[in-house]
């Protein structure tokens, strides 16, 4: 936390128990808490900056910046996240974190439509992907729907799933494929 806020959390705590009755519990006599933030950095500051725009192409489109820094510090701190929404249909939700302590990124986009139903994300620290997430629903013809869904952790492929299901009056058909770290691949097809 220190390398991130230029500062520390710090705290302080003083209690007596009661001599008279052994049989009580702490903080039963006097006691006394202290916390405090104590500074460890050059900073004269914290500067805090945010807009909130609607987006000039797209009226239901709203972004929102915000930004943290330090000016002045020996760390560069300077923060953001940025979030872009839908405010009509809350249909669509991006959002974007950057700290430069340790080159911390993260993102999240939600993109939820009658055709299209998407969640994904990710996060890396010094420029190495720790940790991914993605899911996606998509009708792309009339009976018929894609889906897919990856999870990551460093390079390791948690899972991998696929799968298409066709449906029609006349017939009905899947076709899917699971991987997984967990379990040999498993394919399920029907018609």
């Keep these: 936390m220190s390398r991130i806020f230029g500062v520390e959390f710090c705290g302080l705590a003083k209690y007596h128990t009661n001599l008279d009755n052994p049989l009580d519990m702490y903080f039963t006599g006097?006691?006394?808490?202290?916390?405090?933030?104590?500074?460890?950095?050059?900073?004269?500051?914290?500067?805090?900056?945010?807009?909130?725009?609607?987006?000039?192409?797209?009226?239901?489109?709203?972004?929102?910046?915000?930004?943290?820094?330090?000016?002045?510090?020996?760390?560069?701190?300077?923060?953001?996240?940025?979030?872009?929404?839908?405010?009509?249909?809350?249909?669509?939700?991006?959002?974007?974190v950057e700290v430069p302590v340790n080159n911390v990124m993260a993102n999240f986009v939600y993109n939820w439509s009658k055709e299209k139903k998407l969640v994904k994300g990710a996060l890396s620290v010094d420029r190495q992907i720790v940790a991914t997430a993605y899911t996606l629903l998509k009708k792309t013809d009339a009976g018929r729907y894609e889906a897919e869904a990856r999870m990551s952790y460093y390079s390791m492929q948690i899972l991998h799933w696929t799968g298409l299901l066709s449906m029609t009056n006349a017939k009905s058909s899947i076709i899917a494929r699971f991987e997984s770290s967990s379990h040999n691949p498993v394919t399920l097809k029907g018609i």
């Design 30 to 96: 006097p006691s006394a808490f202290k916390v405090y933030l104590k500074k460890t950095d050059t900073f004269s500051k914290y500067t805090f900056e945010y807009t909130w725009l609607q987006d000039v192409d797209n009226r239901d489109m709203d972004h929102i910046n915000v930004v943290l820094d330090t000016p002045g510090s020996m760390v560069n701190r300077r923060s953001s996240v940025m979030v872009s929404f839908d405010r009509t249909t809350y249909s669509y939700l991006s959002l974007g």
